[in-house]
């Protein structure tokens, strides 16, 4: 299985901020990398798939980038319906892994 | 817009099995991958595996001795067996669809809790 390390597991950043999450797996992925955000009680929605391609719908203010193994997933600048968890999840091999999950707080 | 509802019982008994169904609103099934997620609560997303509109599937090996999943695409649904479960098999279970290899799980489901226990 492709391992799937995000960091960091928690954030505390304010309205306005610029945050960046980090996604590293365990072999090359190329660029089948996606991130997810959850809120409480609800479905992930998908925010980027293919490391950098924004889903339809999604704020321009989310952005990714990276290939191989490294990705980043940041947010700039940081609204209230921002905090949430966010998941990367690879699609490049069964099983399809997600990352354990960054948990974005308000500070 | 396509939309995705997860269907079945909330409490199963160790050792039976979890039946889940999904219905698909506002889209075709074809040329898509039906999939199925869990979340145990508090915890991360486990991919469970998925089914072909074809019928075929693909399961995640962890899983692959105790999952079964079928589509009936007359009825635009598709369905989830997972057998001998045990409390560990507690959480709520997403269904999903991603459109060929490599892409994206686009649309989920709201998602239904299934809790095991006696």
């Known amino acids: 299985d492709i391992q799937m390390t995000q960091s960091p597991s928690s954030l505390s950043a304010s309205v306005g901020d610029r945050v960046t999450i980090t996604c590293r797996t365990s072999?090359?992925?190329?660029?089948?990398l996606n991130w997810h955000q959850q809120k409480p009680g609800k479905a992930p929605n998908l925010l980027i798939y293919?490391?950098?391609s924004l889903q339809s719908g999604v704020p321009s203010r989310f952005s990714g980038s990276g290939s191989g193994t490294d990705f980043t997933l940041t947010i700039s600048p940081l609204q209230p319906e921002d905090f949430a968890t966010y998941y990367c999840?690879?699609?490049?091999?069964?099983?399809?892994?997600f990352g354990q999950g960054t948990k974005l707080e308000i500070k | 817009q396509v939309q995705l509802q997860e269907s079945g019982p909330g409490l199963v008994k160790p050792s039976e099995t979890l039946s889940l169904t999904c219905t698909v609103s506002?889209?075709?099934?074809?040329?898509?991958?039906w999939n199925w997620i869990r979340q145990p609560p508090g915890k991360g997303l486990e991919w469970i595996g998925y089914?072909?509109?074809?019928?075929?599937?693909n399961y995640n090996p962890s899983l692959k001795s105790r999952v079964n999943m079928s589509v009936d695409t007359s009825k635009k649904q598709f369905s989830l067996k997972l057998r001998s479960v045990t409390a560990a098999d507690t959480a709520v279970y997403y269904c999903?669809?991603?459109?060929?290899?490599?892409?994206?799980?686009?649309?989920w489901g709201q998602g239904t809790l299934v809790t095991v226990s006696s």
């Open positions: 999903a669809r991603f459109r060929g290899g490599g892409d994206p799980l686009d649309y």
């Open positions: 506002g889209g075709s099934m074809s040329t898509y991958y």
């Open positions: 089914v072909y509109y074809t019928g075929s599937t």
């Open positions: 072999q090359s992925i190329s660029s089948y």
């Open positions: 293919a490391a950098s």
């Open positions: 999840q690879q699609s490049y091999s069964n099983p399809y892994t």
